[in-house]
């Protein structure tokens, strides 16, 4: 079974800074994408930025300039530095893989989210 774990949220003023982190374990034979989704309360879910087998990356309008995501995948890993954080990125964030296991099937795995909070 893939595992997903986050880390890195917390609590910070308008302005400043904050380097989500995820680690995929688990049988895992190939990630063709990890990416960051966020929720925040009352909005849908929206995919924030993701990174794909090659390095091409995808970035929301919203964070697009102020994000940037980059991923080892030799060591299942995917970070989001996050800059000029503002109030609303305050959200939780949650961190997708998706890729095939040893035994050859397709996977989607999330993680249980951590939480950031952008207020003064």
């Known amino acids: 079974q893939v595992q997903v774990v986050e880390s890195g949220g917390g609590l910070v003023q308008p302005g400043g800074s904050l380097r989500l982190s995820c680690a995929a374990s688990?049988?895992?034979?190939?990630?063709?994408?990890m990416g960051w989704y966020r929720q925040a309360p009352g909005n849908a879910r929206e995919l924030v930025a993701d990174?794909?087998?090659?390095?091409?990356?995808y970035y929301a309008n919203s964070v697009r300039g102020r994000f940037t995501i980059s991923g080892d995948n030799a060591k299942r890993t995917v970070n989001l530095q996050m800059n000029n954080l503002k109030p609303e990125d305050t959200a939780a964030y949650y961190c997708?893989?998706?890729?095939?296991?040893?035994?050859?099937?397709?996977?989607?795995?999330w993680g249980l989210g951590t939480q950031v909070t952008v207020s003064s």
């Open positions: 688990g049988g895992i034979a190939t990630i063709n994408v």
């Open positions: 990174i794909r087998i090659g390095g091409s990356a």
């Open positions: 997708n893989v998706l890729g095939m296991t040893e035994q050859g099937r397709g996977f989607n795995s």
